[in-house]
């Protein structure tokens, strides 16, 4: 390294505050665990379009879609793949129903599930503490989707008006009134 470039470098390495946002450098590498120093970061670039990337394995996916290279390969239908995790999405295409249930299992009621994703929103049906609790009643739920219908209980059973639907008085209270 010549002494020009040394001293570029010293003088960068010692700034109080990064040049890509006005907090210290201090302070970013305690928000997160994985900033590394600036040099560190995207230090893997792509020469074909100017991608940036921490991660090499990352760079390296990246260019096969410069040079259509597909190394990961269906062995029942033959598609073929740039990356390891497009192949293994694609393989559950060729499973049946049973199978892929049998892959989410829930460790806590055994119910099977077709992706991992809905296994995921499952799992806060066993939480001990549910976050969504009912103004009206002792209910509590563990998921917005169940506390959304529940709301909705509330709202037919006391006929409470909405955006989309009128409240009908009762004849006998409307008769009550006339009076």
Not at 31 to 40: C, F, L, P, R, S
Not at 72 to 89: E, G, K
Not at 140 to 166: D, L, N, P
Request: glycine share 4%; net charge positive; charged share 25%.
């Amino acid at each position: 390294m010549s002494d020009e470039a040394l001293e570029i470098f010293k003088s960068s390495s010692n700034q109080k505050h990064s040049s890509m946002t006005a907090k210290p450098l201090e302070q970013q590498r305690h928000q997160t665990k994985n900033i590394a120093t600036e040099k560190d970061v995207l230090r893997h670039m792509c020469e074909h379009c100017g991608y940036r990337t921490r991660i090499r394995g990352n760079l390296k996916v990246h260019k096969r879609r410069h040079t259509g290279e597909k190394p990961f390969r269906c062995n029942v239908c033959d598609a073929s793949f740039a990356a390891r995790y497009q192949l293994t999405t694609h393989n559950e295409r060729h499973m049946d129903a049973h199978q892929r249930r049998s892959r989410y299992m829930c460790k806590d009621c055994n119910v099977g599930f077709l992706s991992a994703r809905a296994l995921y929103h499952h799992k806060p049906l066993h939480a001990e503490s549910k976050q969504y609790k009912c103004a009206l009643c002792d209910k509590s739920f563990a998921q917005a989707a169940g506390y959304a219908q529940h709301k909705r209980w509330h709202r037919q059973r006391y006929g409470r008006a909405t955006a989309t639907t009128s409240l009908k008085v009762p004849e006998a209270i409307d008769a009550n009134n006339s009076n």
